[in-house]
């Protein structure tokens, strides 16, 4: 099954993702992750998009459907993919039909996160990750196990890093361009999904364990 993740910056994509990865062993090919690892790596992709990431606008259709092409060669046939974070454009849906027509491959199900966006910047500013692992947390609604015992330095309940990390672009004023991008460039591209009848709706602010059982629900898993 290839599915794609919709919503809005902070809607819980990359929460949920890891989720289906986790129990079905589907592989999550987030256009996000990707960026953020060449802007680590400081790869001549990743020199590019680093400002505009800052920023919280789009980089080039090109650069993101280039990516997500190079990743599904290495896949084999039998693993389901979920896209996340990624088309994002409509120019990217088209660019998505045609890798995936390319690969004998087809998109199964457009599940939209649906939730109310002033909630938004409270879940994306309270966000943080393991350094080490990536596991992710928020400072009010995920925090590690340990967090109860208030004397202890906070420590990753995967792999026990106590170094933690934020990502640049996780402040409010970003946060309010990144949803202005989705507004006007991504939100559009449901339409087309539409038409095809693949597009399937969960409450994206229901609690995480409850979103993962909607998503199950709507996928038949
Ligand atoms: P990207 O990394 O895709 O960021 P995004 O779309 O802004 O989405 P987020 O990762 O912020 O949110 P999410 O939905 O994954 O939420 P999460 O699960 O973490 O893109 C970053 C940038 O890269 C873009 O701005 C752009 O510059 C560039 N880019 C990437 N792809 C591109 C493309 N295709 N084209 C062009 N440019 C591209 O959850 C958020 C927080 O909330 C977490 O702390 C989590 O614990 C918490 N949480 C999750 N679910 C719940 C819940 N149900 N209840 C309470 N808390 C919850
Ligand atoms: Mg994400
Ligand atoms: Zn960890």
Sequence with gaps: MNIILLGPPG????TQAARLVERYGMRQLSTGDMLRAAVKAETPTGLRVKAIMEAGELVSDDVVSTLISEELVALPQTVGIIFDGYPRTAAQARQLDEILARHHRKLDRVVELEVDEDALVERITGRFTCAHCGAGYHDKFKLPKNALHEDEPLRCDHC??????????????????????????????????????????????????????????????
Excluded at 11 to 14: D, V
Excluded at 180 to 198: C, D, Q
């Design 160 to 221: 026990g890093s106590t170094d933690f990390k934020r990502r640049p672009d996780d402040n409010e004023e970003t946060v309010r361009t990144r949803m202005a991008e989705y507004r006007a460039k991504t939100a559009p591209i449901l339409p087309l999904y539409e038409e095809r009848g693949i597009v399937v709706r969960v409450d994206g602010m229901a609690d995480i364990d409850i979103v993962t059982q909607q998503i199950e629900r709507v996928l038949g898993l």
């Design 11 to 14: 809607a819980g994509k990359g």
